[in-house]
T-cell receptor, first 113, second 110 residues
Framework: SQTIHQWPATLVQPVGSPLSLECTVE??????LYWYRQAAGRGLQLLFY??????ISSEVPQNLSASRPQDRQFILSSKKLLLSDSGFYLC????????????FGSGTRLTVV | GQQLNQSPQSMFIQEGEDVSMNCTSS?????WLWYKQDPGEGPVLLIA?????ELTSNGRLTAQFGITRKDSFLNISASIPSDVGIYFC??????????FGEGTQLTVNP
């Protein structure tokens, strides 16, 4: 069966420090991968998505970047965190177009202080 | 943009009551999805709807895909404390991306 792992679960980082959040998927090949951010327990904002290795699409301009160095690995990064980067970050995967629904990871709670 | 309007934003109910929430869009779409997010966790898919007029149940949950393909509702019958969480509607856009509504925060009082 397919599983998705996301870590760390919580993170407290000072302003100006770098960030690296990792997400891996098991049990499937060539998944679509997504990074979402959720502020204050409300709506989910799509940050990045990837349909293959090295293919990254950005939905909104911001202080973050994403990379997909391997088929089932998706990394969210920042060189210098801002206070506004605080939030709940969710990774998700899907089997591709025509097959609806995402499976989400358990999320990373990031607090920038 | 392809926004989803979800209402109500929050609900406070007593255990045993029925709940109804809905989602509307200005555009028509082919798939509606309903997710539930428990506190501190990622959302989990509850029900997927693929055809206009489709009515689908999952235990105490029932969801319908509006006939105009621009709206959907989710009903929860006989609510229990573990129904607490945020409920999101979502629709698929191009490239297998999902757009989510702002969510309905449900609180169930024992």
């Amino acid at each position: 069966s397919q599983t998705i792992h996301q870590w760390p679960a919580t993170l407290v980082q000072p302003v100006g420090s770098p960030l690296s959040l990792e997400c891996t998927v098991e049990g499937t090949s060539n998944p679509n991968l997504y990074w979402y951010r959720q502020a204050a327990g409300r709506g989910l904002q799509l940050l990045f998505y990837s349909v293959g290795i090295g293919q990254i699409s950005s939905e909104v301009p911001q202080n973050l970047s994403a990379s997909r160095p391997q088929d089932r690995q998706f990394i969210l990064s920042s060189k210098k965190l801002l206070l506004s980067d605080s939030g709940f970050y969710l990774c998700a995967w899907s089997a591709g177009q025509g097959l609806s629904g995402y499976t989400f990871g358990s999320g990373t709670r990031l607090t920038v202080v | 943009g392809q926004q989803l309007n979800q209402s109500p934003q929050s609900m406070f109910i007593q255990e045993g009551e029925d709940v109804s929430m809905n989602c509307t869009s200005s555009s028509i779409f082919n798939t509606w999805l309903w997710y539930k997010q428990d506190p501190g966790e990622g959302p989990v898919l509850l029900i997927a709807l693929y055809k206009a007029g489709e009515l689908t149940s999952n235990g105490r949950l029932t969801a319908q895909f509006g006939i105009t393909r621009k709206d959907s509702f989710l009903n929860i019958s006989a609510s229990i404390p573990s129904d607490v969480g945020i409920y999101f509607c979502a629709k698929e856009t191009s490239g297998s991306r999902l757009t989510f509504g702002e969510g309905t925060q449900l609180t169930v009082n024992p």
